[in-house]
């Protein structure tokens, strides 16, 4: 038995300044960057959100901007079987994470549980 | 004054079969697709997602899979002026909702309050 849920979007840019990736998308959607960040130098840069929201990440991309999924899940290693049976592939295992790709050629990631649980809402595997 | 939230994530599918893309994302996710919904001949899917998360849809489109976001509003007109002048341009007008292109070369757009509200964590603007 294990979790899992939709938990992040992570905003991909291909961009030169992430800080200024940053501040559009902090202005458009109304949430602050996380303090301490050093827009300057960052691979990733949080927004804070709500915890009954996603979580929303900048990361900086060499490849064109998109929008990504992470789902979180209390066992990735189980996730990732789950999801290979419905059809999806695994492309890539990094650090704690591992990336797939959905049938429909989406990218996405499975990752560990973001803010310590599954809130309401996660579902339960068996 | 208006307002203004992140309010979906659309899966946009280049996909001969869109009910075969809903079919492995409600998995995936763990929301069934939308009941009534008739998956051979929809151009859109919805998901059935709990109120305090994100509304999904699947949309069949020619162009390459991509996520899209879109920003819900009670006055479409004043946000996209607002989205504007932090830098977004306005690419199409498309029945009720307005597809706009973010500096970072996202496309997202502007449409009605999808649930009747803000909920909880609408930004007001002035």
Same mark, same amino acid.
């Given at each position: 038995m294990h979790r899992s849920r939709l938990c992040s979007l992570i905003i991909d840019c291909h961009a030169n300044d992430l800080g200024d990736a940053a501040r559009f998308w902090s202005q458009?959607? *109304?949430r602050p960057v996380k303090? *301490? &960040?050093d827009t300057?130098?960052?691979k990733y840069i949080g927004?804070? &959100?709500h915890d009954d929201?996603?979580?929303i990440e900048l990361q900086k991309v060499e490849h064109p901007s998109r929008v990504h999924l992470d789902i979180e899940s209390d066992d990735i290693e189980a996730e990732v079987r789950r999801l290979e049976a419905l059809g999806a592939r695994?492309?890539?295992a990094i650090q704690?994470?591992?990336v797939m790709e959905a049938p429909t050629g989406h990218r996405f990631c499975v990752v560990r549980p973001q803010r310590g649980g599954m809130g309401a809402h996660g579902n339960q595997w068996t």
């Open positions: 458009a959607l *109304g303090a *301490g &960040t300057t130098q960052e927004l804070v &959100t929201e996603p979580v695994k492309v890539e704690t994470w591992v």
